[in-house]
């Protein structure tokens, strides 16, 4: 079965940086787009980042643009975040999820999450 | 960006009953949009996409409708594991919205 399984979260410093990974497994990885969302504490959902399977294409949330970066190795079956410049408004929980098959986006498999903690 | 309004905030139903839940987009979005499901404690899990399409392993009880700007997700017969938070998501366009979510609570 399709499984996602994130790491790196941590507690930083604002302005810090944090590198997120996601091992994936149970797929062909290198054949579905894959993305990011995140979740503030008791808020709701926030999609952050998105990734072509080819790598041909990467999308970003304006509030995170120019400082987050995503990539991945398939060769891995790995997804990274890069996340420079964090703020504390960047806290909370950040999933790697995998997109469904068909032309629309939606996210058909998340992993556990990785919490994320900008504080001074 | 189009803004996804879900409503009601909360939607108090009692067990067995129908709960029917509202989402709407500020355009039209065709049928790009999905359903997911959030427990406390858990990662949100796919309910429906494509606006009618039940993911697999969903229970029927769970339904989709609507295209356009106007969508609703029904659970009939409402079991004691239902009573949690619903999303709507659209992905007509970049960048990817979610609703505010709506909690189902027991009545």
């Known amino acids: 079965q399709v499984q996602l399984v994130e790491s790196g979260g941590g507690v930083v410093q604002p302005g810090g940086s944090l590198r997120l990974s996601c091992a994936a497994s149970?797929?062909?990885?290198?054949?579905?787009?894959v993305h990011w969302v995140r979740q503030a504490p008791g808020k709701g959902l926030e999609w952050v980042a998105s990734i072509r399977y080819d790598r041909s294409n990467s999308f970003y949330a304006d509030s995170v643009k120019g400082r987050f970066t995503i990539s991945r190795d398939n060769s891995k079956s790995t997804l990274y975040l890069q996340m420079n410049s964090l703020r504390v408004e960047d806290t909370g929980e950040y999933y790697c999820?995998?997109?469904?098959?068909?032309?629309?986006?939606?996210?058909?498999?998340w992993g556990q999450g990785t919490l994320v903690a900008v504080s001074s | 960006e189009i803004v996804m309004t879900q409503s009601p905030a909360t939607l108090s139903v009692s067990p067995g009953e129908r709960a029917t839940l509202s989402c709407r987009a500020s355009q039209s979005i065709s049928t790009n949009l999905a359903w997911y499901q959030q427990r406390p404690g858990q990662a949100p899990r796919l309910l429906i996409y494509g606006a009618s399409t039940r993911a697999t392993g969903i229970p029927a009880r769970f339904s989709g409708s609507g295209s356009g700007a106007e969508f609703t997700l029904t659970v009939s017969s409402l079991q004691s594991e239902d009573f949690v938070v619903y999303y709507c998501q659209q992905s007509n366009s970049w960048p990817v919205t979610f609703g505010q979510g709506t909690r189902l609570e027991i009545k």
């Open positions: 149970g797929f062909i990885f290198s054949s579905y787009d």
């Open positions: 999820v995998k997109d469904g098959s068909g032309s629309a986006t939606h996210f058909d498999s």
